[in-house]
């Protein structure tokens, strides 16, 4: 609950009826993060349980059967979202994996984060999925760019007599010889990169 993530390591199948659990799809095990508006509902699903038992279960309190799921709860919520809205779509509980993608990706997510996320066996493959999400992304990367340049005076002509000083700073230190890069952390879910941000010298 404190890093708000869920992390996947197993997972469950129904072949002929018996269960049987193994690791996930692909052996890859999913660290996937929740928002904090879902954290209420979550911690009323885990109240007296123990650390072992399941969160999500079926009518009998066993494992939640996916095929059921589908047919008795997801098909029914889907339909009557059809029928207060003719536009709404027809989805499968795979659509939705989707959509966290694309959210995620939206929020700011780094390729490795998204790929985290889905048990992806690389971040090729992951850019191979969501390549047009990203390719939009460098839109907004640019926007931003421009934003911070217009703020600091960038792209002014230096005067005469002015004499450019570069910075670059990281969390914990400071080394001259850069003219105004600054290092700081990515916003965005699960950053496991850096980002470079210009800001304007004093100096």
Known sequence: ??????????????????????????????????????????????????RDDLVFVGPDGGVMRSGNF???????????????DAEFPELSIHDLRHTAASLAISAGANVKAVQRMLGHASAAMTLDVYADLFDDDLESVATALDVRAGRCGCGQSVGKGMTPRLDVQSRENKTPGLPGVLLVAPTGIDPVTFRFSVERSTN
């Not at 996937?32 to 109240?47: A, D, M, Q, W, Y």
């Not at 589908?70 to 207060?84: I, N, P, Y």
């Open 1 to 50: 609950m404190l890093r708000h993530r869920i992390d996947v390591s197993e997972a469950v199948s129904t072949p002929r009826g018996k269960l049987v659990w193994s690791t996930p799809k692909s052996h890859a095990s999913r660290s996937v993060p929740f928002p904090n508006f879902l954290t209420t509902s979550i911690v009323k699903r885990c109240e007296g349980r123990k």
């Open 70 to 84: 589908r047919r008795r709860q997801f098909a029914t919520a889907v339909a009557t979202c059809r029928e207060s």
